[in-house]
């Protein structure tokens, strides 16, 4: 029988066709793992796909590490029991090596590197960093050359619904401090503080105020400099502390002063933090009483003043003490290690 070359060159076109259609669906990329997956109960469970992984740990902040269980397709996996509502800060431990959810967008940067992931359990509109339908305020980012850090550095600005630049009305401001490890935008990313002063401002919980949020290492290079900087004894980190204070007395204040309608005055003027920014909103407003009325400080790391606590407060007496409208410290009832 006489081969019919038509017959032969569409057979090898169908052939030549489905393998490369076999190809195609063998070199695709396995399917995207979600992660971290929020039921309406609570429960979170998180996954990571690591099939090469020996040991994956899930490290929540609070608990304990978590070991996580691999199926057959290499995704490791654990499901929490249900959570009460709120923004939980979590990571991986693959054989010994810190990550960030490489599945998660929602994370908050490490001024080291990196990212730090975050989950969302979401809860009713009583809780004031869910978003509801408020009035909402602005956030501005600045960036200026610091001359006490030898660089640039950043800042960030909430103003309150109804602002404007040509309102005759003065607010009063509060400077708001981060923790060891982050940066200008934590309190953004990762505490929603501009969703709670919509809220509180929203519901007369709080007066309409300017909110300022700057970074809080006083260094160059601090990728490079925070290890000797401020993960050593209380006596190497003093310095850093002085120079943080000397860049928002003498840096931001007269920067937000000339660029915002902000009140003068110590009784306009607020500031907290929390962790290295409690032990910072707390040396500063103590120090300088004729400029800070209001102090908070959250979890605060004391620990950095060592046993030189004193030192750190020459000028504090009851008389000075008095002249404060709030000094507010909240703290756990034992020592966490907690920078």
């Known amino acids: 029988m006489k081969e019919n070359p038509i017959f032969t060159h569409i057979l090898h076109l169908f052939i030549v066709m489905a393998l490369g259609a076999f190809l195609s669906v063998a070199a695709q990329p396995p399917q995207p793992v979600r992660s971290p997956e929020v039921s309406k109960d609570g429960r979170v469970t998180f996954r990571l796909r690591a099939p090469n992984a020996k040991q994956v740990t899930l490290a929540r902040a609070g608990t304990r590490p978590v070991p996580m269980q691999k199926d057959e397709q290499g995704v490791w996996s654990v499901t929490t029991d249900p959570l009460p509502p709120d923004i939980y800060p979590y990571s991986f431990n693959v054989d010994g090596l810190t990550l960030a959810d490489p599945s998660n967008p929602l994370v908050k940067p490490i001024v080291m590197g990196g990212h730090q992931s975050l989950v969302h359990v979401p809860g009713g509109p009583d809780l004031m960093w869910e978003v509801q339908d408020v009035p909402r305020g602005t956030l501005h980012q600045h960036v200026y050359r610091s001359a006490i850090a030898g660089e640039d550095r950043e800042y960030y600005v909430y103003t309150p619904a109804g602002y404007t630049p040509t309102t005759r009305r003065e607010y009063p401001v509060l400077y708001l401090l981060h923790g060891l490890t982050d940066d200008a935008s934590a309190w953004i990313k990762g505490g929603r503080a501009n969703v709670i002063f919509d809220n509180l401002i929203a519901q007369g919980k709080a ?70 920014g409690g032990m910072h909103s707390l040396y500063i407003g103590l120090n300088y009483p004729d400029q800070f009325g209001w102090i908070g400080s959250f979890s605060g790391a004391f620990n950095w003043y060592g046993d030189d606590f004193a030192s750190y407060f020459p000028s504090l007496d009851a008389k000075t003490a008095s002249k404060f409208r709030l000094i507010w410290i909240a703290c756990s009832t034992a020592p966490t290690g907690s920078n």
């Open 207 to 276: 007066k309409p105020m300017i909110v300022v949020m700057p970074l809080g290492y006083p260094f160059a290079n601090i990728t490079q400099n925070i290890y000797q900087k401020l993960f050593r004894e209380p006596a190497a980190q003093r310095p850093s502390v002085e120079g943080f204070s000397r860049t928002v007395r003498d840096e931001l204040i007269p920067q937000i002063e000339k660029s915002y309608r902000a009140a003068k005055g110590r009784d306009a003027r607020a500031i907290a933090g929390l962790s290295m």
